[in-house]
């Protein structure tokens, strides 16, 4: 007789999790999520309607996103290596580090700005506020609507198909 191991999937990444010996695991709304690491736990915090919306994240097409990242502080070095940082991460694309900037595409499927902006800020680099504050905020804002929307696609979702005539 073979012992039967329970296993679950990682909803962000989709790794095969034994459950008996996971040690990170949530309750979302009434069920049991199992993460290979603390960046999958996060993910899933961050916009669990992703993962666990009536489309899943490996059927919704790349979104790019392309922003221009104001700073507030320009140490030359603290740039460099927070670009490089950055460019790490799982979902970037790229990082082009200027004066006072850092330049990011991202795939939002993969990661969001505030995850970004994390990364940068442990960096020790600081963000332009005032107008720039503001823009970030509404990019953040927009960000999580957009996965939403992504996650559960509405009657009123843009659809690339024909409507279905009946009859
Ligand atoms: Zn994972």
Redesign the pocket.
Known sequence: MTKAVTTSR?P??G?AIEVARSSRFITYRGMLYH???A??LERFNDIPALYTGSQRIADILPIPKRRKLRLANGNESDIQRAGRRVGEMIGVISVITGKNQLLVEYDLRKTILSQIEAVATAESLRFKDGFHGFRRRLWKLAEANELENAAHPGPGACCNRPPVRLR
Do not use: A, I, T
Request: with cysteine; aromatic share 12%.
């Open positions: 990682d962000v990444c790794m993460f290979c690491s960046h999958c």
